[in-house]
């Protein structure tokens, strides 16, 4: 199991509901995609490593919409896949051409969608 799986595994295992978990996940790899930018040193291991963090979760995010129990409605489940496939192409393009302006779309959308599965949205 991924390092992203299994730290959704175990923050599943609490009494928080599962929109909480994934609000609090995103947060969580909005933070290390920020702590990058902020203290930009080029590309490295940290930039490398919240990256992969936020790519198993948005993997992850959009496997869960493409089951056939998924209770969400189709509309919902397209607009989340298409922002994953989003996600994919900007972490490809921050690899490919390292620069930290290129992570506040990423850092946007985890807080923006965390925020609605709070209820703040």
Known sequence: ????????ARTS???ASPREIEAQALLKAARQLQEVQTNWAGPDKKL?????FNRRLWTIFMSAMETTDNPNPIDIRQNIANI????????VEMQMDPDPAKLQPLIDINCHIAA???GRG
């Open 1 to 8: 199991m991924s390092h992203a799986a299994q730290a959704y």
């Open 13 to 15: 295992q609490t009494t």
């Open 48 to 52: 490398y490593n919240a990256l992969l």
């Open 84 to 91: 994953g496939v989003f996600v994919m192409k900007q972490t």
């Open 116 to 118: 609605g599965l709070a």
